[in-house]
């Protein structure tokens, strides 16, 4: 009976031991609860698409893609800590095709100061 106690008691410690050093990941529905709550909204207003744990040479953290009233939304939340490391909306991918559409406009029109510059130098080159 002894040995039983005995085995019981080490075997106690050590699952005791090996969770002291692993820190505790917030979970999936704190991170659910955390994007949605940035946005104003509760989880339950939110269509998730993707939420899954990725675990990269960043770290560990909760990747989610969700829409609420038709917009896409896409996040990072650190598993430890529950910060949100990266967030995006489909209104900043929108943001950065304008500003790559009017840079790509401008060079088509001429403004482009590779363009000024190749001009100068066929001028140069002809005389």
Do not use: H, P
């Not at 698409?49 to 990725?54: C, Q, S």
């Not at 489909?90 to 790509?104: C, F, K, P, R, V």
Request: charged share 35%.
């Amino acid at each position: 009976m002894k040995k039983v106690i005995s085995y019981l008691f080490c075997l106690i410690m050590m699952f005791a031991f090996a969770s002291c050093g692993k820190d505790a990941m917030i979970g999936m529905d704190k991170a659910k609860d955390k994007v949605a709550s940035d946005i104003g909204a509760v989880v339950d207003d939110v269509e998730f698409a993707v939420n899954e744990l990725v675990n990269d040479d960043d770290g560990d953290y909760y990747y989610l893609k969700f829409k609420k009233d038709g917009k896409l939304y896409t996040y990072k939340v650190d598993a430890l800590s529950g910060d949100i490391i990266e967030k995006n909306s489909d209104d900043d991918i929108q943001d950065n095709t304008d500003e790559n559409t009017l840079a790509s406009n401008q060079a088509e029109d001429g403004d482009s100061i590779i363009e000024e510059d190749t001009s100068e130098l066929q001028t140069s080159t002809t005389k």
